[in-house]
C-alpha cells in the first residue's frame, strides 16, 4: 500500500494578544519578560509540522490580526496590564477562574462568519500565561470534545473548526504537544465505536507502563518506555512495535529494544516530532477508517 503524500491546506487565522504595559514605556508583555516572538513561533511551527507530516500538513495563515488588549474572562473579568506585570513577577493573584470567554472571542474577530464563509478553517490564538485559552477546542455541529468540551453557541457554523491556543512564554515543543492533544481526541472518537479488538487508536497508544512488553508509540505525554508523565529521556530500554507503523497498514507486530536515543533523548520537540511521524498517512482505507489519520486530524469535518 503506498504513503500519501497529498498535501491537506488549511487556512489559518492568526490572532495575537499582545498587550502593552504603560508604567514600561508601552512596551508589550513579551518585550519586557523577555517572551518569544509569537510570528517565528507560528513560522516553525508550522515548518515542524509540515516536516513531522511528510508534506501533508500545510498550514497557511491568511490573516494575522494583533491587538493590544486582554481577553475577557467567561466571568467578565479583564486584567489590567500592569497589574498583571505585578501579578506574574511574584507568580501569585492570577484571576479564577482563569478560562477565557469563547464566545465574546469568536464574536470579536468573525470566527464563525469566516469559516462559514470559508475563509479559514481554523483559528490560532497566541498569547501569554494566563490567558485562559483551551491547548485546542472545537466548534461547529456535531463539534466534539477536542481536549476540552466543545463550544456552545457554535452549531450555526456549516462546519467544524478547531480554535488552538499558544503561549509564546513556551516554544515550538509545547505548540506540537497542543497539536498532539488535539490529534489524540480527534482519533479516540474516530476509532470510539469499533470492537476493542479493532481499534488501532488504542494499540497506536500503548505504552510500556500500561502493558508491560507490550508497547507500540505511546502519546503525548509517555513514550514506549515512560515511568510518568513527560518522561522523555528514560534510558530504560523496552521491547516496542514502534517501526510497524512506518508500514500501516502492514502490522506484523515485529518489536524492537528502544529508549530515549530513539526520540531525541528527553527533547520534547523532537520526542512529539517522532511521535507526529509514525501517525499512519497511507492510501485507501482499513474497516472505512481512512489510512490516512493526517485527514481527521486537520480536518474534523472528516469524522463521522
Request: with cysteine.
Amino acid at each position: 500500500m503506498g504513503l500519501s503524500s497529498t498535501p491537506i491546506h488549511r487556512k489559518i487565522s492568526l490572532i495575537i494578544h499582545s498587550p502593552s504595559l504603560p508604567s514600561e514605556g508601552g512596551v508589550s508583555l513579551q518585550q519586557a519578560f523577555g517572551w518569544n516572538d509569537p510570528d517565528l513561533l507560528v513560522d516553525d511551527f508550522i515548518a515542524d509540522m509540515r516536516e513531522a507530516s511528510y508534506g501533508i500538513a500545510q498550514f497557511e495563515v491568511v490573516e494575522r490580526t494583533e491587538v493590544d488588549e486582554f481577553p475577557i474572562k467567561a466571568d467578565g473579568f479583564q486584567y489590567e496590564a500592569d497589574q498583571f506585570a505585578q501579578n506574574w513577577r511574584i507568580k501569585s493573584g492570577f484571576h479564577e477562574p482563569d478560562l477565557v470567554d469563547y464566545g465574546t472571542l469568536l464574536s470579536q474577530f468573525n470566527i464563525i462568519e469566516k469559516a462559514t464563509a470559508g475563509e479559514i478553517d481554523e483559528a490560532w490564538l497566541m498569547a501569554f500565561p494566563y490567558a485562559g485559552y483551551y491547548e485546542s477546542t472545537m466548534g461547529g455541529p456535531g463539534a466534539f470534545r477536542c481536549n476540552s468540551p466543545p463550544l456552545s453557541g457554535t452549531e450555526r457554523s456549516p462546519r467544524r473548526f478547531v480554535v488552538m491556543g499558544f503561549n509564546y512564554e513556551r516554544g515550538i515543543g509545547e505548540m506540537m504537544e497542543s497539536f498532539g492533544h488535539r490529534a489524540e481526541s480527534i482519533m479516540a472518537r474516530v476509532y470510539e465505536a469499533g470492537a476493542e479488538e479493532d481499534n488501532l487508536w488504542e494499540r497506536f497508544t500503548r505504552y510500556d507502563r500500561q502493558i508491560p512488553g507490550a508497547s507500540e508509540v505511546g502519546n503525548m505525554h509517555f513514550a514506549p518506555n515512560s515511568q510518568r508523565d513527560y518522561d522523555w529521556g528514560n534510558r530504560r530500554s523496552v521491547a516496542s512495535a514502534c517501526d510497524d507503523w512506518y508500514d500501516f497498514p502492514h502490522l506484523g507486530g515485529e518489536r524492537r529494544a528502544v529508549n530515549s536515543n530513539e526520540w531525541g533523548g528527553g527533547d520534547i520537540r523532537l520526542h512529539h516530532a517522532w511521535w507526529y511521524r509514525h501517525l499512519p498517512h497511507a492510501e485507501s482505507d482499513t474497516e472505512g477508517v481512512s489510512n490516512n489519520w493526517w485527514e481527521y486530524i486537520l480536518d474534523p469535518d472528516r469524522v463521522r
